[in-house]
């Protein structure tokens, strides 16, 4: 049930709960164990618009040095799986258990043979919409997990370290996706993830990396003055998602809530002033305002769809963030680059911009 009546049934292939959340669709083909581990997806009810989903079921759960191989956290974060077509018959070499099992594990519900095209295109002309999943005669009010502060419900709640590399980098962890972890390990960086309220500014390091992260980011008010201090040094500072909106507001810049979000798998980007396009992985519902940029800021990437800001830097110090997701997995992985340019950044040499 949407917020303005609109209804639609279909089938529970999950746990048996109701819920309730903000109704958001994403469209990616594939991907769907690190989308639904994807923290930044924490209190939305979440409508694949590729119509098959569950068909190479849930990877087994290795880990390699203290992160999973194959997920993006430690548990799923939406609040509900909303598809159409539900492959209950997977096939994959990895797979360990069908979706189904998995959502039932996980206490998340479930539905299919549900139109969500209609529901897509109902949600496209009005904007995300708060929305609920009910079970019988279930009444739950509607929730908007935009008021809260659900940074602090998805970030860590103690320091971690990982890796021996060269480069000290602190992770501000407001929800981070492991495969940022796996990108910075894999360049020769040592990392000390922190919580998200943690106050790194008098801890020696080489760089700090500010992650990904669901909701409003002027509620993340600790962070912000956290950063802004670090902005009058050197140090370099990387964002992703989260981190670009923190960096942006730690600067003296205005962020807003975009209709619908931006959740898809390939999102054209530019870069001002130049004519290539890279595809990106996105998944956020808040932009930069651009026109409240202060001096010494510029916009780093802009969206070739709707003209969104994607990501802003500074003229002379080596800050710079992204609105997408450069480490994306499931792909696609044409920004990858932006890490070896924070390792440039760290070296004292000049990357890619």
């Given at each position: 049930m949407?917020e303005?009546g609109?209804?639609?049934?279909?089938?529970?292939?999950g746990?048996?709960?109701?819920?309730a959340g903000?109704v958001v669709?994403?469209?990616?083909?594939?991907?769907?164990?690190?989308?639904?581990t994807d923290?930044?997806?924490k209190?939305?009810?979440?409508?694949?618009?590729?119509?098959?989903i569950?068909?190479?079921g849930?990877?087994?759960d290795?880990?390699?040095g203290?992160?999973?191989k194959f997920?993006?956290?430690?548990?799923?974060?939406?609040?509900a799986l909303?598809?159409?077509d539900y492959s209950?018959?997977?096939s994959?070499w990895n797979s360990r258990c069908s979706?189904?099992?998995?959502l039932?594990?996980?206490?998340?519900?479930?539905l299919?043979?549900i139109d969500?095209?209609?529901l897509?295109r109902?949600?496209?002309e009005?904007?995300?919409?708060k929305?609920k999943v009910?079970?019988?005669?279930?009444e739950i009010?509607?929730y908007d997990?935009n008021?809260d502060?659900i940074?602090a419900?998805v970030?860590t709640?103690?320091v971690i370290?990982?890796?021996?590399?060269r480069?000290?980098?602190?992770?501000?962890?407001?929800?981070?996706?492991?495969?940022i972890?796996r990108?910075l390990l894999?360049?020769?960086v040592?990392?000390?993830?922190?919580?998200w309220d943690?106050?790194?500014?008098n801890e020696a390091?080489?760089?700090?990396?500010?992650s990904n992260?669901?909701?409003?980011?002027?509620?993340c008010?600790?962070?912000i003055?956290h950063?802004?201090?670090?902005?009058?040094r050197d140090?370099?500072i990387?964002?992703?998602c989260?981190?670009n909106q923190?960096?942006?507001?730690?600067?003296g810049?205005?962020?807003y809530k975009?209709?619908?979000?931006?959740?898809?798998?390939?999102q054209?980007?530019?870069?001002p002033g130049?004519?290539r396009?890279?595809i990106?992985?996105?998944?956020?519902?808040?932009?930069?305002?651009e026109?409240?940029l202060?001096?010494g800021?510029e916009?780093?990437?802009?969206?070739?769809?709707?003209?969104t800001?994607e990501?802003i830097?500074?003229v002379?110090?080596?800050?710079?963030?992204?609105?997408?997701?450069?480490e994306a997995a499931?792909?696609?992985v044409?920004t990858?680059?932006?890490?070896?340019d924070?390792?440039a950044a760290?070296s004292?040499?000049r990357g890619t911009f």
């Amino acid at each position: 049930m949407l917020e303005d009546g609109t209804t639609f049934e279909g089938t529970s292939f999950g746990h048996e709960r109701s819920v309730a959340g903000e109704v958001v669709f994403y469209t990616a083909m594939t991907g769907y164990p690190e989308s639904l581990t994807d923290p930044s997806y924490k209190g939305q009810i979440l409508v694949p618009t590729y119509p098959m989903i569950g068909n190479y079921g849930v990877p087994v759960d290795d880990e390699e040095g203290g992160i999973s191989k194959f997920f993006e956290s430690d548990r799923i974060h939406c609040s509900a799986l909303v598809i159409s077509d539900y492959s209950a018959r997977y096939s994959h070499w990895n797979s360990r258990c069908s979706l189904g099992d998995w959502l039932k594990q996980e206490r998340v519900p479930g539905l299919f043979g549900i139109d969500t095209r209609a529901l897509t295109r109902r949600l496209r002309e009005h904007g995300a919409m708060k929305g609920k999943v009910l079970f019988d005669e279930d009444e739950i009010p509607f929730y908007d997990p935009n008021v809260d502060h659900i940074v602090a419900s998805v970030s860590t709640r103690r320091v971690i370290e990982y890796g021996a590399g060269r480069y000290r980098v602190i992770l501000v962890d407001c929800g981070v996706k492991n495969n940022i972890l796996r990108c910075l390990l894999k360049r020769d960086v040592r990392v000390k993830r922190v919580p998200w309220d943690y106050d790194f500014t008098n801890e020696a390091c080489d760089g700090i990396f500010l992650s990904n992260g669901p909701g409003d980011p002027a509620l993340c008010e600790a962070t912000i003055a956290h950063v802004r201090r670090m902005l009058d040094r050197d140090t370099p500072i990387m964002g992703i998602c989260l981190g670009n909106q923190i960096m942006a507001r730690a600067a003296g810049a205005d962020t807003y809530k975009l209709k619908y979000g931006h959740r898809s798998h390939n999102q054209p980007v530019i870069r001002p002033g130049h004519s290539r396009c890279y595809i990106t992985s996105q998944n956020h519902g808040f932009a930069i305002d651009e026109q409240t940029l202060p001096p010494g800021w510029e916009p780093l990437f802009v969206n070739a769809n709707d003209g969104t800001n994607e990501g802003i830097r500074h003229v002379s110090k080596p800050f710079f963030s992204a609105q997408f997701h450069p480490e994306a997995a499931s792909g696609p992985v044409d920004t990858e680059f932006l890490f070896d340019d924070f390792i440039a950044a760290m070296s004292g040499t000049r990357g890619t911009f």
